[in-house]
């Protein structure tokens, strides 16, 4: 991972570049990672978390969830205290 100082440095280089040098540097790495991309073969990380999202989808689909259970295990009981 990038240090913040590594990081606040190219960003005052970048800051310092013409608008022309800028769009240019902009364009190539739009380029670069138009190129890397394959939508029908999404990188490791993504690929990891659409799975853990499935599998966590699925391990939910079958359970029974009694709403009312849930409502009145969470409300303020009825009993009064006689502080």
Not at 10 to 24: A, C, G, N, P
Not at 65 to 80: C, M
């Amino acid at each position: 991972m990038m240090s913040e100082f590594v990081l606040k440095w190219y960003i005052r280089l970048f800051d310092m570049l013409s608008v022309k040098y800028k769009l240019e540097l902009i364009y190539r790495l739009t380029e670069r990672l138009r190129n890397s991309y394959d939508p029908e073969h999404p990188m490791d990380d993504e690929l990891k978390r659409e799975r853990a999202l499935n599998e966590l989808i699925d391990s939910w689909k079958d359970v029974n969830i009694d709403g009312d259970f849930i409502v009145n295990s969470r409300t303020v009981s009825q009993k009064v205290y006689d502080l």
